[in-house]
């Protein structure tokens, strides 16, 4: 715990390349660790008495129920606000609702849509803030995504994974720049109208790793 208090201590979880793959991979090992300790039911409240916001203006099931679960098995007190409670930049502004969550809760998960809103929440809340969804990043599914192939398959290096879909989305995005960062190989099938962003295709190539675009089916899928 010394190493992840020293680290990740204070720290919002914007997009994937807020962290080193170091500490991606920290991160993916360490939840391995608690789903073992859950699974032998070992108390784990490692945040005992902290208090979390969960921000929705997107609703979502599996991301709430994640949350909310991992809050309670960690100790914390998590508060749910829906889109129907929160006024993001409408009746008040963003800042303000910032300042305000921060000085009451330990951390904020917000999950919505404009990039910069989640942005401007860690800028002026003074507290930890992830990213449970925007139109642009979705980190927190990556760590999830990654953590299930890692135990699956014991390693993450040198794995291929396939993506069907919509290669401009928040979830191709994050998949193409997490998977370079942990030397996973992305291989995106979409029709050329839905071709990845060139720029996040860059990030990714700059990682090291083969990228692969493709609209055609049998050859994204072939390896």
């Given at each position: 715990m010394?190493?992840?208090?020293n680290?990740f201590q204070?720290?919002?979880?914007?997009?994937?390349?807020?962290?080193?793959?170091?500490?991606?991979?920290?991160l993916?090992d360490?939840?391995l660790?608690?789903?073992?300790?859950?699974?032998?039911?070992?108390?784990?409240e490692y945040?005992?008495?902290?208090?979390?916001?969960?921000?929705?203006?997107?609703?979502s099931t599996r991301t709430?129920s994640?949350f909310?679960v991992?809050?309670?098995d960690?100790?914390?007190?998590p508060?749910?606000?829906?889109a129907?409670?929160?006024?993001?930049?409408?009746?008040?502004?963003?800042?303000d609702t910032?300042?305000?969550l921060?000085?009451?809760?330990?951390?904020?998960e917000y999950r919505?849509?404009?990039?910069?809103?989640?942005?401007?929440?860690a800028?002026?809340s003074?507290v930890?803030?992830?990213n449970?969804?925007?139109?642009?990043?979705?980190?927190?599914q990556?760590?999830?995504d990654?953590?299930t192939?890692k135990?699956?398959?014991?390693?993450?290096r040198?794995?291929?994974?396939?993506?069907?879909?919509?290669?401009?989305?928040?979830?191709?995005?994050?998949?193409?720049?997490?998977?370079?960062?942990l030397?996973?190989?992305?291989?995106?099938v979409?029709?050329?109208?839905?071709?990845?962003?060139?720029?996040?295709q860059?990030?990714?190539v700059?990682g090291?790793?083969?990228?692969?675009?493709?609209?055609?089916?049998?050859?994204?899928?072939a390896?």
């Amino acid at each position: 715990m010394k190493y992840l208090q020293n680290v990740f201590q204070g720290r919002s979880f914007l997009d994937c390349k807020d962290y080193t793959p170091a500490e991606i991979d920290y991160l993916i090992d360490f939840a391995l660790h608690l789903k073992e300790l859950k699974k032998e039911h070992i108390p784990h409240e490692y945040l005992k008495g902290k208090n979390i916001a969960l921000l929705f203006k997107k609703s979502s099931t599996r991301t709430r129920s994640a949350f909310v679960v991992a809050c309670n098995d960690l100790g914390t007190n998590p508060e749910y606000m829906g889109a129907g409670e929160i006024h993001l930049g409408k009746k008040e502004s963003i800042k303000d609702t910032a300042k305000v969550l921060g000085s009451m809760f330990d951390g904020i998960e917000y999950r919505g849509f404009a990039q910069k809103d989640v942005e401007d929440l860690a800028k002026y809340s003074g507290v930890p803030v992830w990213n449970g969804l925007t139109d642009k990043w979705h980190p927190t599914q990556m760590l999830a995504d990654f953590m299930t192939i890692k135990e699956k398959f014991g390693h993450l290096r040198g794995i291929t994974l396939a993506y069907g879909g919509d290669g401009r989305d928040n979830v191709a995005d994050s998949l193409l720049v997490a998977g370079s960062m942990l030397g996973v190989n992305i291989h995106i099938v979409t029709p050329k109208p839905l071709f990845t962003h060139p720029d996040v295709q860059a990030i990714a190539v700059g990682g090291g790793i083969p990228v692969i675009v493709d609209h055609g089916c049998l050859k994204g899928v072939a390896e």
